[in-house]
């Protein structure tokens, strides 16, 4: 499945690129200037949305980023959520905490200095602090009858890399909308074989390997023009 994902993206980033050489002109001057400084920070309006629609789960992300040199944007996450467990067999309850940092690579050539309209291609690294709390089970079997245990809370930390894609509309002065789709890899698959949260936030399912997700974000920029 993730090897789709990634002949998706790579044909993707492909095809951005090729449009760029044919409509670039030989002796185009960017339209960037060198001092031009932007800082954004957005919501993604989709987990509010999600939470209501599924009542045993709830995340809240957030995002800001930083124009860097050659079209490169910093990009830093976070956000917190959790998930509840209540079948008759077993109920447990998790929270979590999560920070990203990575890079967006804008494939569109800016046209003039105030064109900050954005189509992109990325990478990040996640990283999550999960808490779950104790758990309650019942077995029922036809020696034994029923049985009822206890599985201990526990804290464990989730690595994942992510491979994202998206596009960012300026429709006001500052005021930017768009969405990131998402390619996640969880890294220490070992601590989440036993009882895994059912949900991670900035991640998604616990016990799943391979996530793909999606982002609609609502953000607001800052912008200023650097003395050196």
């Known amino acids: 499945m993730y090897r789709s994902?990634?002949?998706?993206?790579?044909?993707?980033?492909?095809?951005?690129?090729?449009?760029?050489?044919?409509?670039?002109?030989?002796?185009?001057?960017?339209?960037?200037?060198?001092?031009?400084?932007?800082?954004?920070?957005?919501i993604?309006?989709?987990?509010?949305?999600?939470?209501?629609?599924?009542?045993?789960?709830?995340?809240?992300?957030?995002?800001?980023?930083?124009?860097l040199p050659k079209d490169l944007y910093l990009v830093l996450e976070g956000g917190f959520g959790g998930s509840d467990i209540?079948?008759?067999?077993?109920?447990?309850?998790?929270?979590?905490?999560?920070?990203?940092?990575?890079?967006?690579?804008?494939?569109?050539?800016?046209?003039?200095?105030?064109?900050?309209?954005?189509?992109?291609?990325?990478?990040?690294?996640?990283?999550g602090f999960v808490h779950r709390k104790e758990a309650t089970f019942t077995t029922n079997d036809q020696f034994w009858g029923q049985t009822t245990g206890i599985v201990a809370g526990d804290n464990m930390t989730a690595h994942w890399a992510?491979?994202?894609?998206?596009?960012?509309?300026?429709?006001?002065?500052?005021?930017?909308?768009?969405?990131?789709?998402?390619g996640k890899f969880l890294i220490n698959q070992g601590p989440?074989?036993?009882?895994?949260?059912a949900y991670i936030s900035g991640y998604g399912k616990g016990e799943k390997n391979t996530v793909f997700d999606f982002n609609f974000y609502l953000q607001y920029a800052i912008r200023w023009t650097s003395k050196q």
């Open 5 to 42: 994902f990634f002949s998706i993206l790579f044909l993707f980033v492909c095809t951005v690129a090729s449009a760029q050489v044919d409509t670039a002109k030989p002796h185009s001057i960017s339209a960037i200037k060198p001092l031009q400084r932007q800082l954004r920070f957005g």
């Open 44 to 67: 993604d309006l989709s987990r509010p949305v999600m939470n209501i629609l599924v009542n045993n789960r709830h995340s809240y992300e957030f995002i800001a980023d930083y124009n």
């Open 86 to 127: 209540d079948y008759p067999d077993l109920k447990y309850t998790s929270t979590n905490s999560f920070i990203k940092l990575g890079v967006d690579r804008s494939m569109l050539q800016r046209m003039f200095p105030e064109d900050w309209d954005l189509l992109f291609v990325g990478a990040r690294y996640g990283l």
């Open 162 to 182: 992510e491979l994202t894609a998206g596009i960012r509309v300026e429709l006001f002065k500052g005021l930017f909308t768009g969405y990131t789709i998402r």
């Open 192 to 197: 989440f074989r036993e009882l895994p949260p």
